[in-house]
C-alpha cells in the first residue's frame, strides 16, 4: 500500500516478532473508520452509547489492572545511565530490548497487526514530526484517529524518508508483571506492552510527543513542553498567546477552555492546546508554538457545565469513553456531573452499581478522547502550520500559603528558575495526606526524556537564543484562607490575571518589586463585578517571609539529587533569592 521501504523493513521485522495472523495498514479514511468500528463493537471492545444523545460515541472498559500510567514500568533507554538522570526509570538498550521482546514474541497470535502512520502536528509543518504505530488493539487505531493526523497523509509526509519515531505496541496478555513502557531516545523507538490504558498505548501522547521529542528538542534547538497554549483577544480584536505548564490536578485543561466572566465584556478566549505545546525560535525572534495533537484526552471526573462547559461540548459527539458509568440504555455518568446519578448502572469495572454502592461509578482517572475541532473555543489558528506567537509562559502549582496569586520573574534565567522550582501540594482525595509537597519541574517530571539537569540546561541556553522571548510568570489559583478556603474564585476569573500578565508583556500592568519576582500592586488587577471579602487580595498577593524560607529549604534538598549536573545558574538564582530575603 505505500512505498516507503525503511518503514517496510522494520514492519516486517516486528511482524516476525509478534507474529500476527494478518497485517493491515491504514489510510486514515471514513471508510476505514466505520468498519473498524463496527469490528470493534461486534467483537465487544467497543460499545455505541446511545446515538441519538450521543451521536458517533463509543464506550469502551479497561482490564481493571490497567487504568493509568505506570510510571514505575515506565524506563528511558539512553546508552549511558547518567544520560536519563535520577528523576528517570533506566534500563541498558540491550537489556531493555531483550526483555522487551520476550513478551513480544507471538504476542500477537491470532490478532491483527495494525499499521498506524501519524503525524505528530500539521501536515507541511516544519514543526511536524512522523510516526508510526504498530498494534493490536482497535481502541488504539480509533484514539489515534482522533489524537493524531493519521494514515496516507503522513506517509506522503514522510516520503522516502527513513526518519520516523517506530513504536510497537501489543496488549499481550495485560499482566501487570509483563508490563513496560520502554523509551529509546537515541533509536527514536518505543515499544509499550501488556497495557490497554491510553496513556500507556497511544504512543503519540505523552510516549513521543513529550519523552522521545524533549530529546529531539534539545538536540535540534526547540522546546518540547508539557503545556497548554490559550489565545485571549481583548475588546479591541488584539489577541495574545500564552503557554502554560501544571502538575496534574491544577485545572490545566480548564484554563484551556476557559470563558470569559461576564463582567469582562467584549474578551474573548481560544484554544490552541490542552497539554502540549512545541515551540520553535520564529523568523521575527519571538517563540512560536504548535499543538502537536488532533484531539484532547481529558478526565472526565470533575468536568461539568461550572468547571469547564466546553469540554462537555467538545465531548457530546464522536467521542470515545473509557471507564465511565454505564447508565441504562446507553447513557453515561461520572462523579463531579451536575445532573443525578442513574438509580441504577455498571460501574467502571463491568459491575452493577447504585448510588448507595460506597463505590465510584467512574474510575478517578475516566477518560474522554475528542477531536479538539468540535471545542466552542477552538482557535482558528490552531492549525496554522507556523503555530502561534507566545507571548507569556506560566507555570504554576497547589500551594495553600507559599506561591501569591501571580508574579512575574526577573529575567528568563530568573524564569527557568521558577519553572525548575515548580511544585504542588497534594490533596486529600488523592493521596490521603493532605499538603504533601510534590516537585514537578517545568510539569515535565514523568515525562522529561532525558537528565532533568540538562533539561534547564537547554532551556537556558533556549534563553539566550531567542531575541524576543515571553515573560515568564508563576501563577497559583489555589490559596487557601484561615478556614481552608479557596480565597480566589477560579474559572473564567482567571482571566482578571491573565490580563495583567498581558499587560505586563506589552510593558504596563502596575507591580512591586519583591523578593520572588515582580507581584501586581493591589489595584492592579481588574476585579470589577467580582465579590472578595476585605483583605482577600492582599491575602492572595502576600509574601510571608518565614513560609518563603522553608520553602527555599525543600528547592535545596531538590536540587541535591541532580548533583554537578545542576546548572549554575540555577544555584546563582537560588541563592539570589535568599540573599534577597535577607535584604527582606
Not at 497470535?109 to 504505530?133: A, C, H, L
Request: neutral net charge.
Amino acid at each position: 500500500m505505500y512505498n516507503n521501504k525503511a518503514v517496510a523493513q522494520w514492519v516486517e521485522e516486528m511482524a516476525k516478532l509478534t507474529k500476527p495472523d494478518q497485517i493491515i495498514w491504514l489510510d486514515g479514511s471514513d471508510e476505514e473508520r466505520i468498519r473498524l468500528t463496527e469490528e470493534a463493537v461486534r467483537t465487544g471492545e467497543m460499545k455505541y452509547l446511545d446515538q441519538v444523545k450521543y451521536p458517533g460515541c463509543l464506550y469502551h472498559r479497561t482490564a481493571s489492572n490497567d487504568v493509568a500510567r505506570v510510571e514505575h514500568l515506565t524506563f528511558i533507554c539512553s546508552s549511558k545511565k547518567e544520560d536519563a538522570g535520577p528523576t528517570n526509570n533506566w534500563m541498558a538498550p540491550a537489556e531493555a530490548y531483550k526483555k522487551a521482546a520476550r513478551i513480544f514474541d507471538g504476542s500477537m497470535r491470532g490478532r491483527t497487526m495494525y499499521v498506524i502512520p501519524y503525524i505528530m502536528g500539521i501536515k507541511g509543518s516544519p514543526f511536524g514530526k512522523v510516526g508510526i504505530e504498530l498494534t493490536d488493539s482497535i481502541y488504539v487505531v480509533l484514539n489515534m484517529r482522533i489524537m493524531t493526523t493519521m494514515g496516507k497523509a503522513a506517509m506522503e509526509q514522510l516520503g522516502d524518508s527513513n526518519v520516523f519515531v517506530k513504536g510497537l505496541h501489543s496488549k499481550a496478555d495485560l499482566n501487570p508483571e509483563r508490563r513496560y513502557i520502554m523509551h529509546f531516545p537515541e533509536d527514536y523507538t518505543i515499544w509499550s506492552v501488556g497495557s490497554g490504558y491510553g496513556g500507556n498505548v497511544l504512543l503519540g501522547k505523552k510516549c513521543f510527543s513529550l519523552r522521545i521529542a524533549s530529546h529531539m528538542a534539545q538536540e535540534e534547538g526547540w522546546l518540547a513542553e508539557h503545556m497548554l497554549i490559550l489565545g485571549i483577544e481583548d475588546p479591541q480584536g488584539k489577541i495574545s498567546y500564552i503557554a502554560a505548564a501544571f502538575p496534574s490536578a491544577c485545572g490545566k485543561t480548564n484554563l484551556a477552555m476557559l470563558i470569559p466572566p461576564l463582567a469582562l465584556k467584549g474578551y474573548k478566549t481560544w484554544t490552541v492546546g490542552d497539554d502540549i505545546a512545541w515551540m520553535r525560535i520564529g523568523e521575527d525572534g519571538r517563540l512560536w508554538a504548535i499543538n502537536p495533537e488532533a484531539g484532547f484526552f481529558g478526565v472526565v471526573p470533575g468536568t461539568n457545565t461550572k468547571t469547564n462547559p466546553n469540554a462537555l461540548i467538545t465531548a457530546s459527539k464522536n467521542t470515545i469513553y473509557t471507564n465511565v458509568l454505564e447508565g441504562p440504555d446507553g447513557t453515561i455518568w461520572w462523579e463531579g456531573l451536575d445532573q443525578d446519578p442513574p438509580a441504577h448502572g455498571i460501574d467502571w469495572k463491568g459491575d452493577p452499581w447504585t448510588p448507595d454502592s460506597g463505590t465510584n461509578g467512574a474510575h478517578p482517572n475516566s477518560r474522554f478522547t475528542a477531536p479538539a475541532g468540535q471545542c466552542p473555543s477552538i482557535s482558528p489558528e490552531w492549525r496554522n502550520p507556523k503555530g502561534v506567537p507566545i507571548s507569556a509562559l506560566l507555570f504554576g502549582g497547589r500551594r495553600a500559603k507559599v506561591a501569591p496569586l501571580v508574579y512575574q520573574s526577573y529575567n528568563w534565567q530568573h524564569g527557568v528558575f521558577m519553572g525548575a522550582t515548580m511544585a504542588s501540594e497534594t490533596t486529600a482525595a488523592a493521596t490521603g495526606e493532605v499538603g504533601v509537597v510534590r516537585r514537578d519541574p517545568m510539569a515535565m517530571l514523568p515525562f522529561c526524556g532525558y537528565h532533568m539537569g540538562d533539561y534547564w540546561k537547554h532551556w537556558l541556553e533556549m534563553g539566550k537564543k531567542i531575541p524576543n522571548p515571553p515573560n515568564i510568570f508563576h501563577v497559583n489559583w489555589f490559596r487557601l484562607d484561615e478556614k481552608g478556603k479557596f480565597i480566589w474564585p477560579g474559572f473564567g476569573d482567571n482571566l482578571r490575571v491573565l490580563n495583567w500578565i498581558i499587560s505586563r508583556c506589552n510593558g504596563k500592568g502596575e507591580a512591586t518589586e519583591t523578593p520572588i519576582g515582580y507581584v501586581p500592586t493591589v489595584g492592579a488587577l481588574n476585579l470589577e463585578g467580582l465579590d472578595l471579602p476585605a483583605g482577600a487580595i492582599e491575602s492572595l498577593l502576600n509574601i510571608d517571609k518565614e513560609v518563603w524560607i522553608e520553602e527555599l529549604k525543600g528547592q535545596l534538598t531538590f536540587f541535591e539529587k541532580f548533583g554537578d549536573k545542576l546548572p549554575k545558574e540555577i544555584m546563582d538564582e537560588y541563592k539570589a533569592v535568599l540573599e534577597r530575603f535577607g535584604k527582606a
